[in-house]
């Protein structure tokens, strides 16, 4: 019996055994969870797990992988940034004196080409004389020339007794050169005076285009490796600095401006051609602010840049800006000025649209001053000097 007991309970401790051993591997052996330092127990807050520089898996608080929903990056193409470009290299004047021949041509040919056809006419009664002067003067010519023109070129005709439409042309063309005067000199004074660069004042009405015109005159000096200095002084437009500076900018030629509008105008032409003699320039282009020829005041201010800037010795060229498409009225225009900063030049722009071209012998002739540059367009290259038989040509091509 005691040997029975003795079995029994044998069994059942290798019962329990067994038991406990299936436990074991169902249940996971419960990690050893190691203190924190005394440093973080003591201010309570989470302590990060110890990380290597060579242990691939990830710490405590980080995470085991990337998650899925996480956006990809990719490798960012990054471009360097371009060197700035350098000031623009103006248009030699030689080569854009062909393409304004051609634009004047296309402008100016209803007079030119309406001469021809009159004069072309079977018969040149007094009908068709009377015509001629017709046309010139619709095309500005003005009275005084239409009338030495038609007179000239009517004798001419009598005693020649020609009819060849060759000859009557080269006739045409003869009369027009003499009334734009083939031989008068047209250059601009913008000869550096020893230590002194030549000075340029450039005066006009309102929306003639002025500051637009010493930009481009900028660009004429500059293709002709001249260093230029442009002095912003129309202080009343406060758009006129800016628009004359980003003008300098393109050729790389500094402009003097003042920081503050309304600014003296005199005092700012003043120091444009004082930075031009430190700056050893060449030339000195000074822009003014437009003015109304019947305004007295704004004229006498005029009158003083000028006096301020012969401070500095003769001012070589004052040119009045003209918009050729006002006709008569420029003419009128150009007598007051004249009479205020003495004119030696005029600018006709915008002759490309009208063909009014005999604006040219109208202006000389009421001035007694040379038409010397031209403009044909919106282009920053399209003013070029004025030439008396590249602009017949052009009225007879």
Known sequence: METLDIVIGVAVLILLAGVGAIAGLVRPRRRRRSLPPREARQAGGPVLGPRSDTDPLPGVG????VPRDSPSRAVDVVELPEEPAGPERPAPVGGRLVRLRERLARS???LGQGLL??????????STWEEVEETLLLADVGVGPTTEIVDHLRERVRVLGTREPARLKELLREELLAAVGADVDRSLATERHGERPAVVLVVGVNGTGKTTTVGKLARVL??????VVLGAADTFRAAAAEQLATWGERVGVPTVRSEKDGADPASVAFDAVKAGIDADADVV?????GRLQNKAGLM????????????????????????????QNGLRQAAVFSEVVHVSGIVLTKLDGTAKGGIVVAVQRQLGVPVKLIGLGEGPDDLAPFEAEAFVDALLS
Request: proline content about 2%; aromatic content about 0%; cysteine-free.
């Open 285 to 289: 282009l000074v822009d003014t602010a």
């Open 222 to 227: 500059v293709a002709q490796d001249k260093d």
């Open 300 to 327: 006498d201010e005029l009158g003083k840049v000028k006096r301020v800037l012969e401070r500095h010795g003769p001012v070589d060229e004052v040119l009045l800006v003209l918009d050729a498409t006002t006709g």
């Open 62 to 65: 980080d995470d085991a992988e």
């Open 117 to 126: 056809a009159l004069l072309s006419r079977d018969t040149l009664d007094e």
């Open 108 to 110: 100016n040919s209803a």
